[in-house]
């Protein structure tokens, strides 16, 4: 229900490929497992903000609760075409995940890039490779490493 609304919301929004609200589709996979996410995002000219309250969302009914919030800018931007755009976006992102009962609490820390593709056509696309590292597990006392790979898709 929540990837209809989503789709919605995307479909619905007319903001310029440079700047507004949209919504990414992620697929990742680091040492902690793998999730695909929506995330909803809000885009200024240079910075662009994951929040994973969908993911909050979609957790509730199996009594988890995960969210973040990532955040990247722009550093290198190289014009391909007349409406294609490569991109670097280095930045970090903090994840906070446990069951609905508080017995397994878990803070993620990474930092990441965003490596792709930006078409600037219409509301925009963008399609991105996003390398993570960083460490998990903070609050639970065993700190380990996290490292993996991911795709974002975003409108």
Not at 19 to 28: L, P
Not at 110 to 137: D, N, T, W
């Amino acid at each position: 229900m929540i990837h209809f609304i989503l789709a919605a919301v995307t479909l619905l929004a007319n903001t310029p490929a440079w700047a507004g609200i949209g919504t990414t589709a992620s697929m990742a996979a680091t040492t902690d497992g793998a999730a695909w996410m929506p995330l909803l995002d809000y885009r200024s000219s240079r910075s662009l903000v994951h929040v994973h309250a969908p993911d909050l969302v979609a957790g509730l009914p199996n009594r988890l609760i995960h969210t973040g919030v990532d955040v990247t800018t722009i550093t290198v931007k190289k014009k391909r075409t007349t409406d294609i755009e490569g991109v670097l976006m280095p930045g970090g992102a903090a994840g906070f995940y446990a069951d609905t009962s508080f017995d397994s609490v878990g803070l993620n820390v990474l930092a990441q890039a965003r490596i792709g593709a930006e078409v600037k056509l219409g509301m925009g696309f963008g399609e991105c490779v996003v390398p993570p590292l960083g460490v998990s597990s903070i609050m639970t006392g065993k700190v380990g490493l996290t490292a993996g790979g991911g795709l974002q898709v975003s409108t």
